[in-house]
Protein backbone atom coordinates (compact mmCIF):
# COMPACT_ATOMS: atom_id res chain seq x y z
CA UNK A 1 0.00 0.00 0.00
CA UNK A 2 1.22 3.55 -1.06
CA UNK A 3 1.54 5.83 2.02
CA UNK A 4 -0.34 8.36 0.66
CA UNK A 5 -3.36 5.30 0.82
CA UNK A 6 -1.86 3.95 4.01
CA UNK A 7 -2.00 7.55 5.53
CA UNK A 8 -5.92 7.87 4.60
CA UNK A 9 -6.59 4.53 5.74
CA UNK A 10 -5.47 5.66 9.08
CA UNK A 11 -7.05 9.01 9.52
CA UNK A 12 -10.52 7.26 8.33
CA UNK A 13 -10.03 4.65 11.17
CA UNK A 14 -9.33 7.60 13.71
CA UNK A 15 -12.32 9.17 12.61
CA UNK A 16 -14.44 6.62 13.09
CA UNK A 17 -12.94 5.14 16.48
CA UNK A 18 -13.11 8.64 17.75
CA UNK A 19 -16.29 9.94 16.66
CA UNK A 20 -18.50 6.47 16.12
CA UNK A 21 -16.81 4.12 18.58
CA UNK A 22 -15.68 6.20 21.54
CA UNK A 23 -19.34 7.83 22.47
CA UNK A 24 -20.85 4.44 22.36
CA UNK A 25 -18.12 2.40 24.74
CA UNK A 26 -19.51 3.04 28.20
CA UNK A 27 -22.98 1.34 26.58
CA UNK A 28 -21.19 -1.16 24.64
CA UNK A 29 -19.73 -2.54 28.06
CA UNK A 30 -23.02 -2.09 29.97
CA UNK A 31 -24.79 -4.01 27.67
CA UNK A 32 -22.20 -6.81 27.06
CA UNK A 33 -22.73 -6.45 22.94
CA UNK A 34 -21.55 -4.14 19.91
CA UNK A 35 -24.75 -3.29 18.35
CA UNK A 36 -25.20 -4.88 14.81
CA UNK A 37 -25.25 -1.84 12.96
CA UNK A 38 -21.46 -0.77 14.58
CA UNK A 39 -20.19 -4.20 13.61
CA UNK A 40 -21.96 -3.87 9.76
CA UNK A 41 -19.77 -0.57 9.53
CA UNK A 42 -16.62 -1.80 10.94
CA UNK A 43 -17.03 -4.64 8.14
CA UNK A 44 -17.56 -1.88 5.32
CA UNK A 45 -14.80 -0.06 6.41
CA UNK A 46 -12.60 -3.37 5.57
CA UNK A 47 -11.38 -3.93 9.20
CA UNK A 48 -12.38 -7.70 8.96
CA UNK A 49 -10.02 -8.24 6.23
CA UNK A 50 -6.96 -6.02 7.12
CA UNK A 51 -4.27 -8.93 6.62
CA UNK A 52 -6.44 -10.97 4.40
CA UNK A 53 -4.92 -10.49 0.80
CA UNK A 54 -5.70 -8.42 -1.95
CA UNK A 55 -6.80 -11.43 -4.11
CA UNK A 56 -9.08 -12.70 -1.61
CA UNK A 57 -11.01 -9.14 -0.82
CA UNK A 58 -9.10 -7.92 1.92
CA UNK A 59 -6.96 -4.95 2.27
CA UNK A 60 -3.52 -7.04 2.37
CA UNK A 61 -1.47 -4.89 4.82
CA UNK A 62 1.46 -5.56 5.79
CA UNK A 63 2.50 -6.45 9.47
CA UNK A 64 3.95 -2.84 10.02
CA UNK A 65 0.82 -1.17 8.25
CA UNK A 66 -1.41 -3.48 10.67
CA UNK A 67 0.56 -2.34 13.69
CA UNK A 68 -0.08 1.20 12.60
CA UNK A 69 -3.33 0.44 12.38
CA UNK A 70 -3.44 -1.36 15.50
CA UNK A 71 -2.32 2.09 17.02
CA UNK A 72 -5.52 3.80 16.00
CA UNK A 73 -7.45 0.95 17.04
CA UNK A 74 -6.25 0.64 20.80
CA UNK A 75 -7.59 4.47 21.21
CA UNK A 76 -10.80 2.99 21.86
CA UNK A 77 -12.27 -0.13 24.01
CA UNK A 78 -10.74 -3.23 22.88
CA UNK A 79 -14.19 -4.71 22.63
CA UNK A 80 -14.53 -3.58 19.53
CA UNK A 81 -11.13 -4.82 18.16
CA UNK A 82 -11.92 -8.36 19.30
CA UNK A 83 -15.04 -7.92 17.01
CA UNK A 84 -12.82 -8.72 14.19
CA UNK A 85 -9.62 -9.32 15.90
CA UNK A 86 -9.94 -12.73 15.12
CA UNK A 87 -10.31 -12.74 11.59
CA UNK A 88 -7.18 -10.29 10.74
CA UNK A 89 -5.51 -12.47 12.86
CA UNK A 90 -5.64 -15.57 14.84
CA UNK A 91 -8.17 -16.79 13.02
CA UNK A 92 -7.57 -16.55 9.63
CA UNK A 93 -3.60 -16.49 9.51
CA UNK A 94 -2.97 -20.42 9.64
CA UNK A 95 -5.16 -20.40 6.49
CA UNK A 96 -3.64 -17.40 5.00
CA UNK A 97 -0.35 -18.88 5.43
CA UNK A 98 -0.94 -22.28 5.22
CA UNK A 99 -3.96 -22.93 3.21
CA UNK A 100 -4.28 -24.65 0.01
CA UNK A 101 -5.32 -22.23 -2.98
CA UNK A 102 -8.68 -24.42 -2.92
CA UNK A 103 -9.19 -23.96 0.80
CA UNK A 104 -8.26 -20.14 0.80
CA UNK A 105 -10.55 -19.53 -2.54
CA UNK A 106 -13.32 -21.29 -0.76
CA UNK A 107 -13.01 -19.53 2.80
CA UNK A 108 -10.89 -15.70 2.69
CA UNK A 109 -12.98 -13.71 0.58
CA UNK A 110 -16.01 -14.59 3.23
CA UNK A 111 -12.92 -13.82 5.83
CA UNK A 112 -12.25 -10.45 4.64
CA UNK A 113 -15.53 -8.79 4.35
CA UNK A 114 -16.91 -10.09 7.20
CA UNK A 115 -19.72 -12.67 6.01
CA UNK A 116 -17.33 -15.29 7.87
CA UNK A 117 -16.48 -14.74 11.29
CA UNK A 118 -13.03 -17.09 12.48
CA UNK A 119 -11.98 -18.27 15.61
CA UNK A 120 -8.84 -20.09 16.81
CA UNK A 121 -9.46 -22.88 18.82
CA UNK A 122 -6.27 -24.38 20.44
CA UNK A 123 -6.76 -23.67 24.37
CA UNK A 124 -8.56 -26.59 26.73
CA UNK A 125 -9.29 -27.25 30.03
CA UNK A 126 -5.81 -29.27 30.84
CA UNK A 127 -4.14 -27.36 27.72
CA UNK A 128 -3.61 -23.23 28.42
CA UNK A 129 0.18 -22.82 28.90
CA UNK A 130 1.32 -25.84 27.92
CA UNK A 131 -0.34 -26.30 24.33
CA UNK A 132 1.44 -28.63 22.70
CA UNK A 133 -0.55 -31.36 24.93
CA UNK A 134 -3.57 -31.06 23.82
CA UNK A 135 -6.60 -34.12 23.98
CA UNK A 136 -9.05 -33.16 21.19
CA UNK A 137 -8.47 -35.94 19.02
CA UNK A 138 -9.26 -36.12 15.34
CA UNK A 139 -9.27 -39.72 13.87
CA UNK A 140 -9.12 -40.71 10.32
CA UNK A 141 -12.21 -42.78 9.33
CA UNK A 142 -11.58 -42.85 5.20
CA UNK A 143 -12.44 -39.40 3.75
CA UNK A 144 -13.13 -37.98 6.98
CA UNK A 145 -11.40 -37.03 10.18
CA UNK A 146 -14.13 -37.44 13.23
CA UNK A 147 -13.16 -34.78 16.15
CA UNK A 148 -13.94 -35.45 19.92
CA UNK A 149 -13.14 -32.77 22.14
CA UNK A 150 -13.27 -29.79 24.11
CA UNK A 151 -11.96 -26.07 24.07
CA UNK A 152 -11.81 -23.99 26.19
CA UNK A 153 -12.17 -19.61 26.27
CA UNK A 154 -12.06 -19.23 22.46
CA UNK A 155 -12.96 -15.33 21.47
CA UNK A 156 -16.25 -14.90 18.94
CA UNK A 157 -17.14 -18.67 19.30
CA UNK A 158 -20.50 -17.52 19.75
CA UNK A 159 -20.27 -15.55 16.62
CA UNK A 160 -18.05 -18.24 14.84
CA UNK A 161 -18.71 -19.81 11.26
CA UNK A 162 -15.54 -21.27 10.91
CA UNK A 163 -13.07 -22.78 13.83
CA UNK A 164 -9.11 -23.20 13.09
CA UNK A 165 -8.71 -26.44 15.16
CA UNK A 166 -5.97 -28.20 17.15
CA UNK A 167 -6.77 -31.77 17.25
CA UNK A 168 -3.89 -34.60 17.94
CA UNK A 169 -4.10 -37.19 14.97
CA UNK A 170 -1.48 -39.35 16.64
CA UNK A 171 -2.73 -40.35 20.04
CA UNK A 172 1.03 -42.12 20.15
CA UNK A 173 2.72 -39.37 20.04
CA UNK A 174 2.93 -36.71 23.30
CA UNK A 175 3.77 -33.08 22.88
CA UNK A 176 3.24 -30.82 19.55
CA UNK A 177 4.01 -33.18 16.66
CA UNK A 178 1.15 -35.35 17.40
CA UNK A 179 -1.36 -32.63 16.72
CA UNK A 180 -2.43 -31.59 13.13
CA UNK A 181 -4.89 -28.45 12.37
CA UNK A 182 -8.02 -27.99 10.77
CA UNK A 183 -10.68 -25.97 9.22
CA UNK A 184 -14.38 -26.62 10.93
CA UNK A 185 -17.37 -25.00 9.76
CA UNK A 186 -19.20 -24.45 12.64
CA UNK A 187 -22.58 -25.83 11.12
CA UNK A 188 -20.95 -29.29 11.01
CA UNK A 189 -23.28 -31.63 13.09
CA UNK A 190 -21.59 -32.16 16.38
CA UNK A 191 -20.47 -28.94 16.91
CA UNK A 192 -21.46 -27.14 20.05
CA UNK A 193 -20.82 -23.37 21.31
CA UNK A 194 -21.90 -22.50 25.29
CA UNK A 195 -22.67 -19.14 26.50
CA UNK A 196 -20.18 -16.67 27.01
CA UNK A 197 -18.04 -16.51 30.08
CA UNK A 198 -18.26 -13.66 32.40
CA UNK A 199 -15.59 -11.71 32.49
CA UNK A 200 -13.01 -9.27 33.99
CA UNK A 201 -13.40 -6.63 31.32
CA UNK A 202 -13.40 -5.94 27.80
CA UNK A 203 -17.51 -6.28 27.70
CA UNK A 204 -18.68 -6.61 24.41
CA UNK A 205 -15.86 -9.67 23.56
CA UNK A 206 -16.92 -12.82 24.07
CA UNK A 207 -14.74 -15.87 24.87
CA UNK A 208 -16.81 -19.35 25.01
CA UNK A 209 -16.32 -22.90 25.61
CA UNK A 210 -16.75 -25.07 22.14
CA UNK A 211 -17.34 -28.99 22.41
CA UNK A 212 -16.86 -31.66 19.06
CA UNK A 213 -19.03 -34.69 19.67
CA UNK A 214 -18.03 -36.98 16.97
CA UNK A 215 -17.60 -34.13 14.01
CA UNK A 216 -17.02 -35.70 10.77
CA UNK A 217 -14.85 -33.02 9.35
CA UNK A 218 -13.62 -33.29 5.48
CA UNK A 219 -9.65 -34.54 4.99
CA UNK A 220 -9.15 -31.86 2.56
CA UNK A 221 -10.29 -29.38 5.63
CA UNK A 222 -6.85 -30.59 7.36
CA UNK A 223 -4.66 -27.43 6.98
CA UNK A 224 -1.13 -28.54 6.70
CA UNK A 225 -0.35 -31.99 6.98
CA UNK A 226 -0.41 -34.43 9.90
CA UNK A 227 1.66 -33.43 12.58
CA UNK A 228 1.71 -30.25 11.54
CA UNK A 229 -0.43 -27.92 13.75
CA UNK A 230 1.36 -26.88 16.71
CA UNK A 231 3.97 -25.46 14.27
CA UNK A 232 1.08 -23.77 12.50
CA UNK A 233 -0.20 -22.04 15.91
CA UNK A 234 2.93 -21.44 17.26
CA UNK A 235 3.68 -19.35 13.74
CA UNK A 236 0.14 -17.84 13.82
CA UNK A 237 0.60 -16.80 17.49
CA UNK A 238 4.15 -15.35 16.96
CA UNK A 239 2.18 -12.92 14.40
CA UNK A 240 -0.86 -12.39 17.15
CA UNK A 241 1.52 -11.23 19.51
CA UNK A 242 2.80 -8.67 17.45
CA UNK A 243 -0.66 -7.29 16.61
CA UNK A 244 -2.09 -7.70 20.70
CA UNK A 245 1.16 -5.44 21.56
CA UNK A 246 0.24 -2.98 18.82
CA UNK A 247 -3.14 -2.81 20.85
CA UNK A 248 -1.18 -2.41 24.01
CA UNK A 249 0.50 0.59 22.65
CA UNK A 250 -2.99 2.58 20.99
CA UNK A 251 -4.49 1.91 24.65
CA UNK A 252 -1.81 3.36 26.34
CA UNK A 253 -1.81 6.07 23.90
CA UNK A 254 -5.50 6.68 24.93
CA UNK A 255 -4.85 6.65 28.76
CA UNK A 256 -1.91 9.00 28.33
CA UNK A 257 -3.73 11.59 26.57
CA UNK A 258 -6.28 11.46 29.00
CA UNK A 259 -4.08 11.63 31.79
CA UNK A 260 -2.36 14.64 30.46
CA UNK A 261 -5.87 16.42 29.58
CA UNK A 262 -6.73 16.11 33.52
CA UNK A 263 -4.18 16.97 34.82
CA UNK A 264 -4.21 20.21 33.42
CA UNK A 265 -7.66 20.62 34.05
CA UNK A 266 -8.35 19.31 37.30
CA UNK A 267 -7.20 21.80 40.12
CA UNK A 268 -5.84 20.74 43.49
CA UNK A 269 -3.48 23.45 46.32
CA UNK A 270 -4.98 26.04 43.94
CA UNK A 271 -3.18 25.22 40.69
CA UNK A 272 -3.88 22.08 37.59
CA UNK A 273 -2.32 19.17 39.51
CA UNK A 274 -0.17 19.18 36.26
CA UNK A 275 1.73 21.63 38.30
CA UNK A 276 3.05 18.70 40.44
CA UNK A 277 6.38 17.33 39.94
CA UNK A 278 4.74 13.47 41.13
CA UNK A 279 2.38 13.65 38.65
CA UNK A 280 4.53 14.84 36.43
CA UNK A 281 6.79 11.96 37.00
CA UNK A 282 3.84 9.34 36.03
CA UNK A 283 3.16 11.14 33.03
CA UNK A 284 7.02 10.90 31.91
CA UNK A 285 7.07 7.16 32.91
CA UNK A 286 4.05 6.07 30.92
CA UNK A 287 5.08 8.50 27.80
CA UNK A 288 8.66 6.91 28.07
CA UNK A 289 7.32 3.46 28.40
CA UNK A 290 5.44 3.92 25.74
CA UNK A 291 7.47 5.23 23.34
CA UNK A 292 9.71 2.05 23.97
CA UNK A 293 6.93 -0.39 23.13
CA UNK A 294 5.93 1.09 19.88
CA UNK A 295 9.85 1.32 18.77
CA UNK A 296 9.76 -2.51 19.56
CA UNK A 297 6.71 -3.49 18.24
CA UNK A 298 6.94 -1.71 15.09
CA UNK A 299 11.03 -2.92 14.80
CA UNK A 300 9.41 -6.25 14.85
CA UNK A 301 6.89 -5.70 12.58
CA UNK A 302 9.34 -4.53 10.06
CA UNK A 303 11.24 -7.08 10.36
CA UNK A 304 8.95 -9.54 9.79
CA UNK A 305 7.70 -7.87 6.57
CA UNK A 306 11.70 -8.50 5.25
CA UNK A 307 11.25 -12.06 5.81
CA UNK A 308 13.31 -12.45 9.44
CA UNK A 309 12.03 -15.11 11.83
CA UNK A 310 10.52 -12.59 14.76
CA UNK A 311 9.25 -15.53 17.20
CA UNK A 312 11.96 -13.86 19.55
CA UNK A 313 11.30 -10.04 19.12
CA UNK A 314 7.29 -11.04 18.79
CA UNK A 315 7.26 -12.48 22.25
CA UNK A 316 9.71 -9.50 23.36
CA UNK A 317 6.90 -7.09 22.38
CA UNK A 318 4.07 -9.19 23.60
CA UNK A 319 5.81 -8.96 27.10
CA UNK A 320 6.92 -5.69 27.44
CA UNK A 321 3.82 -4.28 26.04
CA UNK A 322 1.09 -5.83 27.72
CA UNK A 323 3.01 -5.26 30.86
CA UNK A 324 3.69 -1.63 30.51
CA UNK A 325 -0.01 -1.03 29.30
CA UNK A 326 -0.82 -2.60 32.91
CA UNK A 327 1.64 0.37 34.46
CA UNK A 328 0.52 2.80 32.32
CA UNK A 329 -3.44 1.82 32.89
CA UNK A 330 -2.70 1.60 37.06
CA UNK A 331 -1.00 5.43 37.02
CA UNK A 332 -4.31 6.48 35.36
CA UNK A 333 -5.98 5.46 38.04
CA UNK A 334 -4.09 6.85 40.62
CA UNK A 335 -3.88 10.27 38.36
CA UNK A 336 -7.67 10.34 38.17
CA UNK A 337 -7.73 9.18 41.47
CA UNK A 338 -11.05 9.10 42.89
CA UNK A 339 -12.78 10.18 39.29
CA UNK A 340 -10.40 7.18 37.93
CA UNK A 341 -12.19 4.43 40.38
CA UNK A 342 -15.99 5.46 39.32
CA UNK A 343 -16.92 4.63 36.20
CA UNK A 344 -17.49 8.26 35.30
CA UNK A 345 -14.24 8.52 32.74
CA UNK A 346 -13.89 4.94 31.33
CA UNK A 347 -10.72 4.60 32.88
CA UNK A 348 -11.40 1.94 35.32
CA UNK A 349 -13.27 -0.03 32.46
CA UNK A 350 -9.58 0.33 30.70
CA UNK A 351 -7.94 -0.78 33.54
CA UNK A 352 -9.70 -4.10 33.87
CA UNK A 353 -9.78 -4.31 29.70
CA UNK A 354 -6.21 -4.23 29.83
CA UNK A 355 -5.01 -6.93 32.14
CA UNK A 356 -5.94 -9.79 29.87
CA UNK A 357 -3.28 -8.94 27.44
CA UNK A 358 -0.66 -9.67 29.87
CA UNK A 359 -2.52 -13.30 29.43
CA UNK A 360 -3.93 -14.13 26.42
CA UNK A 361 -2.00 -15.07 22.94
CA UNK A 362 0.79 -16.34 25.71
CA UNK A 363 1.18 -14.87 29.17
CA UNK A 364 3.97 -12.91 30.39
CA UNK A 365 5.58 -15.79 32.01
CA UNK A 366 5.36 -17.88 28.52
CA UNK A 367 6.74 -15.17 26.80
CA UNK A 368 9.63 -15.23 29.02
CA UNK A 369 10.10 -19.02 28.02
CA UNK A 370 9.89 -18.39 24.78
CA UNK A 371 12.49 -15.84 24.48
CA UNK A 372 15.41 -17.39 26.50
CA UNK A 373 14.98 -20.68 24.75
CA UNK A 374 15.37 -18.79 21.20
CA UNK A 375 18.43 -16.83 23.06
CA UNK A 376 20.04 -20.55 23.59
CA UNK A 377 19.20 -21.48 20.75
CA UNK A 378 21.13 -18.49 19.06
CA UNK A 379 23.65 -18.32 21.60
CA UNK A 380 23.05 -14.60 21.96
N1 LIG B 1 7.47 -21.22 15.03
C1 LIG B 1 7.70 -22.39 14.40
N2 LIG B 1 7.85 -23.57 15.07
C2 LIG B 1 7.79 -23.53 16.40
C3 LIG B 1 7.57 -22.33 17.13
C4 LIG B 1 7.41 -21.14 16.37
N3 LIG B 1 7.20 -19.98 16.98
N4 LIG B 1 7.55 -22.61 18.44
C5 LIG B 1 7.76 -23.93 18.56
N5 LIG B 1 7.89 -24.48 17.32
C6 LIG B 1 8.18 -25.89 17.02
C7 LIG B 1 9.50 -26.29 17.65
O1 LIG B 1 10.57 -26.00 16.80
C8 LIG B 1 9.32 -27.77 17.85
O2 LIG B 1 9.57 -28.43 16.63
P1 LIG B 1 10.39 -29.84 16.61
O3 LIG B 1 9.50 -30.79 17.36
O4 LIG B 1 10.53 -30.13 15.15
O5 LIG B 1 11.67 -29.56 17.32
C9 LIG B 1 7.83 -27.91 18.15
O6 LIG B 1 7.20 -26.72 17.63
C10 LIG B 1 7.55 -28.02 19.64
O7 LIG B 1 8.11 -26.86 20.25
P2 LIG B 1 8.54 -26.82 21.79
O8 LIG B 1 9.36 -28.02 22.10
O9 LIG B 1 9.12 -25.47 22.06
O10 LIG B 1 7.11 -26.97 22.49
P3 LIG B 1 6.67 -26.90 24.01
O11 LIG B 1 5.63 -27.93 24.22
O12 LIG B 1 7.85 -26.89 24.90
O13 LIG B 1 5.87 -25.50 24.10
C11 LIG B 1 5.49 -23.16 24.31
C12 LIG B 1 6.34 -24.31 23.73
C13 LIG B 1 5.37 -23.21 25.82
C14 LIG B 1 6.25 -21.91 23.91
C15 LIG B 1 4.09 -23.17 23.65
O14 LIG B 1 3.32 -24.26 24.11
C16 LIG B 1 3.30 -21.88 23.85
O15 LIG B 1 3.52 -20.89 23.16
N6 LIG B 1 2.36 -21.90 24.80
C17 LIG B 1 1.43 -20.80 25.00
C18 LIG B 1 0.27 -20.97 24.09
C19 LIG B 1 -0.54 -19.75 23.97
O16 LIG B 1 -0.05 -18.69 23.60
N7 LIG B 1 -1.79 -19.91 24.28
C20 LIG B 1 -2.72 -18.84 24.19
C21 LIG B 1 -3.95 -19.36 23.60
S1 LIG B 1 -4.29 -18.79 22.06
S2 LIG B 1 -5.22 -17.10 22.45
Given at each position: ?DI ?6 L ?11 R ?6 S ?13 A ?7 SIP??Y???GL ?12 G?V?PA ?12 S?G???FG?P????K ?5 A ?6 S ?11 S ?7 A?KG???V ?12 R????T??A ?11 V ?6 R?L?G ?25 K ?9 E?E ?14 H?S ?9 LI ?13 G ?6 QM ?12 YA ?20 E??C ?10 R ?13 Y???H???R???DV ?10 EI?R ?9 K??
Amino acid sequence: MDIETRDQLLATIRRFCAERLRPIEAEVSEKDAIPADVNREMAELGLYGLSIPEEYGGLGLSMEEECLVCFELGRVSPAFRSAFGTNVGIGSQGLVMFGTPEQKAKWLPGVASGEIVTSFALTEPEAGSDSGSVRTAAALKGDHYVLNGAKRYITNANRAHLFTVMARTNPDVKGGSGVSAFLVPRDLPGVSVSKPEKKMGQQGAHICDVNFDDVKVPVENRLGGEGEGFRVAMQVLDRGRLHISAICCGVAERLIADCVAYSAERKQFGQPIAGFQMIQAMLADSRTEAYAARSMVLDAAKRRDGGENVTMEAACAKLFASEMVGRVADRAVQIFGGAGYTADHGIERLYRDVRIFRIYEGTSEIQRVVISREMMKKGT
